[in-house]
């Protein structure tokens, strides 16, 4: 059973930094794609930014220029570097991973950002 486990968040002021990790528990090259979705109070769950297993990545226009997600396959662990962050960021992210065809998603439990104004 694939287990994802986030890390990272916290309370951090406008203009700040953040950098999340999810570390996966077996190796993360059987994964298609690996992505970054984020769930603001009240609101659904949205793609923040998406890496394939070739390294090709995708970003949500918000989080353009800002963000930048990464992976690293020897330590199984896929990463989102937060810069520049705003208070519209304020949301629980998740972690996940896609395998096989049809793709069968796996999710981790989230971690919470707050940016402060």
């Known amino acids: 059973q694939v287990q994802l486990v986030e890390s990272g968040g916290g309370l951090v002021q406008a203009g700040g930094s953040l950098r999340l990790s999810c570390a996966a528990s077996g190796s993360i090259f059987s994964f298609n794609a690996m992505g970054w979705y984020r769930q603001a109070p009240g609101k659904q769950r949205v793609l923040v930014a998406v890496?394939?297993?070739?390294?090709?990545?995708n970003y949500v226009d918000s989080v353009k220029g800002r963000f930048t997600i990464s992976r690293d396959n020897a330590n199984n662990t896929m990463y989102l570097q937060m810069n520049s962050l705003k208070p519209e960021d304020t949301a629980v992210y998740y972690c996940?991973?896609?395998?096989?065809?049809?793709?069968?998603?796996?999710w981790g439990k989230g971690t919470l950002v707050t940016v402060s104004s």
């Open positions: 996940n991973a896609k395998r096989g065809i049809p793709p069968m998603n796996y």
């Open positions: 890496i394939s297993s070739g390294g090709i990545t």
